[in-house]
């Protein structure tokens, strides 16, 4: 058997030792195949010039290290044998080589289209987009899938004017959006989650404070504003004349209307992911509130619309507190009412004591009337 090398020149060179019957790199007796030498260890090398000549070296999986299962590297300018890839490219430039990202011309130019080149090593390893390190490929993977995951999330303008946006609060699951604001108008760049909020203080704290959550960074890929069908008053006179909500919840939802007209912004503004998957099941609408809360932070709340089973939910506290429908529903259904006729059968608020409390109403204007006839 000739004398085991660890750094080669050519293609040709590492590949004459095909003639071998076992890999001699290996612990596991392989056969020393074209395939084997292209896939387990050519493809790994790491390429630097010497002398203006391009050379590079090969892993190494042999019983000369204590753990021979994983590959390991052989210094041939010492006696070292190095475990990482990255402590062995620190090593060779100390002994003054120039690593390069592809085999120079020349001697080594054979190398060039069959080999991958270290930067093709350092891609499975690190992260090119943050740089963060990982301990195998599969990692590597992961991380890419998650951080995609997150960078493809929707983001909707709600509101130009004040810079509000709605996006999903998960990059997984159901999106249910949340609304963040950020504007160079106004200096503002905040997320309503506490923790979000937490980490870019802590992260302002160790000296990062343009560091954002990942909600904020969606920003960059932001769906510009477009404003949705605005609210007519002949639609939510129709749903009075209907029975289906009352003269009380017609005048609050026209008060807080015009509140939001003069304001300049949209009262209600649906919310529709589109080609990111929306869900048939839930319809989600960002409601001007008229103030500001624990529940609307930026002026707005969400409302939810279970299609499936007629279901309202919102954010504000009268909503939770009651256990009863709000104004904020209510202008919702005003939008599904004038824009999505068909949703209109599973989008109708059954309230009983509203319904009631508009009876009592109507008898005692009945009974008024009837007494003034009496009078008479």
Same mark, same amino acid.
């Given at each position: 058997?000739?004398?085991?090398?660890?750094?080669?020149?050519?293609?040709?060179?590492l *590949?004459?030792?095909?003639?071998?019957?076992y890999?001699? +790199?290996?612990?596991?007796?392989?056969?020393?195949?074209?395939?084997?030498?292209?896939?387990?260890?050519?493809?790994?090398?790491?390429?630097? !010039?010497?002398?203006?000549?391009?050379?590079? %070296?090969?892993?190494?999986?042999?019983?000369?290290?204590?753990?021979g299962?994983? /590959?390991?590297?052989?210094?041939?300018?010492?006696?070292?044998?190095?475990?990482?890839?990255?402590?062995?490219?620190?090593h060779?430039?100390?002994?003054?080589?120039?690593?390069?990202?592809?085999?120079?011309?020349?001697?080594?130019?054979?190398v060039?289209? /069959?080999? =991958?080149?270290?930067? !093709?090593?350092?891609?499975?390893?690190s992260?090119?987009?943050?740089?963060?390190?990982?301990?195998?490929?599969s990692?590597?993977?992961?991380?890419?899938?998650?951080?995609?995951?997150?960078? @493809? #999330?929707?983001?909707?303008?709600?509101? !130009?004017?004040?810079?509000?946006?709605?996006?999903?609060?998960?990059?997984?699951?159901?999106?249910?959006?949340?609304?963040?604001?950020?504007s160079?108008?106004?200096?503002?760049?905040?997320?309503?989650?506490? %923790?979000?909020?937490? *980490?870019?203080k802590?992260?302002?704290q160790s000296?990062?404070?343009?560091? @954002?959550?990942?909600?904020?960074? &969606?920003?960059?890929?932001?769906?510009? +504003?477009?404003?949705p069908?605005?609210?007519?008053n002949?639609?939510?006179? @129709?749903?009075?004349?209907?029975?289906?909500?009352?003269?009380? &919840?017609?005048?609050?939802?026209? !008060?807080?209307?015009?509140?939001?007209?003069?304001?300049?912004?949209?009262?209600v503004?649906?919310?529709?992911?589109?080609? *990111?998957?929306?869900?048939?099941?839930?319809?989600?609408?960002?409601?001007?509130?008229? #103030?500001?809360?624990?529940?609307?932070? $930026?002026?707005?709340?969400? =409302?939810?619309?279970?299609?499936? $089973?007629?279901?309202w939910?919102?954010?504000?506290?009268?909503a939770?507190? @009651?256990?009863?429908?709000?104004?904020?529903?209510?202008?919702s259904?005003?939008?599904?009412?004038?824009? &999505?006729?068909?949703?209109?059968?599973?989008? =109708?608020?059954?309230?009983?004591?509203?319904?009631?409390?508009?009876?009592?109403?109507?008898?005692?204007d009945?009974?008024?009337?009837?007494?003034?006839?009496?009078?008479?």
């Amino acid at each position: 058997m000739a004398e085991k090398k660890f750094e080669f020149s050519s293609k040709e060179e590492l *590949f004459s030792l095909i003639g071998e019957v076992y890999c001699p +790199y290996c612990t596991k007796p392989v056969a020393t195949s074209h395939h084997h030498l292209s896939t387990h260890h050519l493809r790994y090398a790491i390429h630097f !010039a010497e002398g203006g000549t391009g050379k590079f %070296s090969i892993p190494c999986y042999c019983p000369d290290e204590r753990r021979g299962k994983r /590959s390991h590297w052989h210094c041939t300018k010492c006696t070292k044998i190095i475990q990482r890839t990255a402590d062995f490219r620190l090593h060779l430039t100390n002994h003054g080589v120039l690593l390069t990202d592809k085999p120079l011309d020349g001697e080594a130019a054979s190398v060039g289209t /069959s080999c =991958v080149s270290d930067a !093709a090593e350092d891609y499975r390893t690190s992260c090119q987009k943050c740089d963060s390190l990982f301990a195998n490929p599969s990692n590597l993977r992961r991380h890419k899938r998650q951080q995609n995951c997150r960078q @493809e #999330q929707p983001m909707v303008c709600v509101d !130009a004017k004040n810079g509000l946006y709605v996006t999903p609060k998960d990059p997984q699951g159901t999106k249910f959006p949340i609304h963040i604001c950020k504007s160079l108008v106004s200096q503002s760049f905040v997320c309503e989650l506490d %923790s979000c909020r937490d *980490f870019m203080k802590m992260a302002a704290q160790s000296g990062n404070p343009g560091k @954002e959550c990942y909600h904020l960074e &969606r920003t960059r890929n932001a769906r510009c +504003y477009s404003p949705p069908p605005p609210l007519c008053n002949a639609s939510l006179e @129709e749903m009075v004349e209907k029975g289906i909500i009352s003269r009380t &919840r017609q005048q609050e939802c026209m !008060a807080l209307h015009a509140r939001a007209c003069l304001e300049e912004v949209d009262c209600v503004f649906p919310v529709f992911w589109e080609e *990111f998957g929306p869900s048939e099941r839930y319809i989600y609408f960002s409601v001007y509130a008229g #103030q500001t809360d624990i529940w609307c932070q $930026f002026g707005r709340t969400l =409302v939810t619309l279970d299609t499936k $089973f007629g279901k309202w939910q919102c954010q504000c506290t009268g909503a939770k507190e @009651e256990h009863q429908s709000c104004v904020h529903q209510h202008l919702s259904m005003w939008w599904v009412f004038q824009e &999505r006729p068909c949703w209109r059968k599973n989008a =109708v608020i059954t309230n009983s004591e509203e319904m009631i409390d508009d009876i009592e109403t109507k008898v005692m204007d009945l009974e008024d009337m009837l007494e003034m006839q009496h009078s008479e």
